[in-house]
């Protein structure tokens, strides 16, 4: 079973359209967070998000949301997308207290 | 604003070569260093460093942590093929609500050619 999944694994898709990746993890952790690859494979939190809070990191236009469902679920939402907006989104999970986070296998986000 | 910084960005060895990786951090809050490995996909965990002076060791990887002078190393003797990945050295703060923040620096790009 895989524990951090994420769907798409790949998306393309026009500037100015709205799109969302999901993500689901079975470790029955507490905290999940979105992180962003760059081109040049340098990876940045985005966003991490608990029952209680989420703290967003400033340097994230205010075009994506994360929206959480239930504890094991935290979709990313992409509103008027832009070119730079293309790279990897990987979601990851920690459990409460832990710094490990594992993370999922990526999407590919490609906007043309 | 947190800082970790890797070296050398890239490095190319042959099999059998030991090699250091580097990485240096500035952090409030310091929670642990941890390292991961990329290949195609997702960072996989390797290490998570919380204590000074402490070795971690997984087979032929190894590990330390230097909390006085900031920096921590990752060792991998007798390298393989297999070795070739990006080693990407993060640090952990806690961000609040039992959340920690990673913050990573721009990974090693390790090539082992045969």
């Known amino acids: 079973d895989t524990a951090v999944s994420q769907t798409p694994k790949y998306l393309v898709t026009q500037m100015g359209n709205d799109k969302s990746i999901k993500c689901e993890q079975n470790l029955g952790h507490d905290t999940m967070y979105w992180y962003k690859q760059d081109s040049k494979k340098f990876l940045k939190i985005m966003f991490s998000?608990?029952?209680?809070?989420?703290?967003i990191n400033e340097t994230v236009p205010n075009r994506f949301s994360p929206k959480s469902p239930d504890k094991a679920h935290l979709n990313l939402h992409i509103n008027s997308l832009e070119l730079g907006d293309s790279a990897v989104y990987f979601c990851a999970s920690s459990s409460q207290g832990s710094s490990e986070a594992f993370f999922g296998q990526g999407t590919r986000l490609t906007v043309v | 604003e947190d800082k970790v910084v890797q070296s050398p960005l890239s490095l190319v060895v042959h099999e059998g070569d030991t090699v250091t990786l580097n990485c240096s951090y500035e952090?409030?809050?310091?929670?642990?260093l941890l390292w991961y490995k990329q290949e195609k996909k997702a960072p996989t965990f390797l290490f998570m460093l919380t204590s000074s002076g402490i070795e971690k060791k997984s087979g032929r990887l190894s590990s330390i942590l230097d909390k006085k002078e900031l920096f921590s190393i990752l060792n991998i003797t007798a390298t393989q093929t297999g070795d070739s990945a990006i080693y990407l050295c993060a640090v952990s703060r806690n961000s609040g609500a039992g959340s920690y923040q990673l913050t990573f620096g721009k990974g090693t790009k390790l090539s082992v050619i045969p």
């Open positions: 998000y608990n029952n209680k809070e989420l703290i």
């Open positions: 952090v409030t809050n310091f929670r642990s």
